[in-house]
């Protein structure tokens, strides 16, 4: 069990929208028009917040038919491969998958190379300790949405990872920064808990990696209060990559 109770363990159905190969709505600076990733090369999720409250317009919601689709479109305008997040009216859970794998975007520094970027809709801070009226509330639906997120990097990768590959990593952008304090709160301890109390992780599929820092002397490994969110594990981590039961149609 993880060390606190932040999150809410109660499980909800997810609805998910691929929009990987619709029109992405990223301008020049965010994506490279030349590289492209290899799926194969993927070593891990690298988890990211928005740092804002992310809503709809009544426009799109006519336009996608619905809050959660209009929600799930907002994907398409930032860089992370997927996105997590819950409509504000209906509060229903939501996971995008906004760009394919291939598509290099520039979504976490030294990270955007070799691992899959998650964004959560909200705007969490560095430490619940400084949590305020402005953050992002942690609900079993948005736990639910990073959950979803989690489980559809699985299946992207798995039909691409060698037999015998190590669990995925789990890390976060302060551990991929390019400068002392760029994203160095990012994605903050919220999200860190969502992400740690995901089946996925006891199931042995990703492996946080909590003291990983992809420069040396310029990421930074995880605070404290983000460690007591670290699941004990009844059994060793496993080197299984997700079986296929687990996966869940695309919606
Ligand atoms: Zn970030």
């Not at 490279?32 to 799109?60: F, I, Y």
């Not at 976060?172 to 996925?200: F, K, L, Y």
């Amino acid at each position: 069990m993880s060390g606190t109770c932040l999150v809410p363990a109660v499980r909800q159905k997810v609805q998910r929208f691929d929009l990987s190969r619709e029109p992405h709505e990223l301008d020049a600076r965010e994506w490279s028009r030349t590289k492209r990733r290899d799926p194969a090369e993927m070593v891990g999720v690298v988890m990211h917040q928005w740092a804002s409250p992310v809503g709809t317009e009544a426009r799109l919601r006519r336009k996608y038919g619905g809050e959660a689709a209009a929600l799930a479109h907002r994907g398409l305008g930032v860089p992370y491969t997927l996105v997590a997040g819950v409509t504000q009216k209906s509060g229903e859970p939501v996971a995008a998958l906004c760009h394919p794998i291939e598509r290099y975007t520039f979504a976490s520094d030294n990270a955007c190379g070799h691992y899959v970027a998650i964004g959560v809709m909200g705007i969490f801070p560095f430490e619940e300790s400084g949590r305020t009226a402005k953050h992002t509330p942690v609900t079993a639906a948005l736990a639910a949405a990073v959950d979803e997120c989690l489980a559809w990097v699985a299946e992207l990768l798995d039909p691409v990872r060698v037999d015998g590959a190590p669990p995925l990593s789990l890390i976060t952008h302060r551990q991929a920064i390019n400068g002392p304090r760029d994203h160095a709160q990012c994605p903050g301890e919220a999200v860190v808990a969502m992400a740690c109390a995901s089946d996925w992780i006891r199931q042995g599929v990703f492996r946080p990696m909590p003291d990983a820092v992809l420069v040396e002397g310029v990421g930074k490994p995880w605070p404290a209060s983000w460690r007591a969110h670290l699941p004990s594990l009844d059994q060793p981590l496993s080197s299984q990559v997700a079986p296929p039961e687990h996966g869940r149609p695309v919606t």
